[in-house]
């Protein structure tokens, strides 16, 4: 193979679809920082409806004290709805812009063929009601092998991921719609605090998991870019 054919080899690795390949590490540092934010969010929140629970149940025994109730109150106003959504929304953002390069990365490295689904899958699969329940794992597990060394396949890891977010999520749907009713008895406070412990495991159980896939194939497809251009 001469020189030019090389040259052409090397820009064909580099393009994936007319969009050329790129590294992964900004972006993925980046989304890393943000699910941090939203999983420290998200535990913080929890922590806070155990205070107010607390805090209840002190009152409705006489144990409580002025200052707890407006501790635990003073704490639970910094954790608004709409704060919630934003920490969220940032985050999910910044999670699936990685995902779309990874996913257009992912073709340039193993062939169209590679990837199941369509590109459009990549952010769609997500908020199209049933098919989110299977499809971005698919997605996700199908640029794993694309970009693994050797192709390998990610074994049990991305199923226990998504596991824990299919979980977790329906699980805190479960303490959302006990929260919004008009009015909490002492046995909803006493479930709601429970959903949210449970829902917040699994979500730090998915987070962590996605941390390493991040991190995993942002890496491998880094090295394997390095590689085509040595």
């Known amino acids: 193979m001469d020189h030019s054919q090389q040259d052409r080899t090397s820009a064909g690795a580099d393009r994936a679809g007319g969009q050329q390949f790129r590294a992964l590490s900004g972006l993925g540092v980046a989304a890393s920082v943000l699910i941090v934010l939203t999983l420290v969010y998200d535990v913080l929140l929890t922590v ?34 709409w704060k919630g959504l934003a920490v969220f929304v940032v985050g999910g953002l910044a ?3 990685w995902l779309w390069r990874a996913r257009i990365n992912a073709e340039s490295l193993g062939g169209p063929g590679s990837q199941r689904r369509a590109r459009g899958w990549t952010v769609g699969a997500w908020i199209t009601p049933v098919a989110n329940l299977w499809i971005p794992y698919r997605i996700v597990t199908d640029i794993w092998k694309a970009s693994a060394p050797g192709r390998s396949a990610p074994g049990p890891l991305l199923a226990v991921w998504w596991g824990a977010w299919v979980v977790g999520g329906m699980v805190g749907r479960s303490y959302t719609y006990l929260v ?3 009015s909490l008895t002492e046995d909803d406070l006493r479930r709601a605090v429970y959903l949210a412990t449970v829902s917040t495991a699994f979500d730090v159980l998915a987070g962590v998991l996605v941390l390493y896939t991040v991190s995993r194939i942002s890496g491998w497809q880094t090295q394997r870019r390095a590689e085509v251009h040595r």
């Open 180 to 182: 919004m009713k008009d």
């Open 95 to 97: 999670f699936l812009t």
């Open 48 to 81: 806070s409806d155990w205070r107010v629970y607390l805090a209840v149940e002190h009152f409705l025994a006489g144990t409580a004290t002025e200052e707890e109730i407006q501790a635990a109150d003073d704490f639970s106003g910094f954790f608004t709805t």
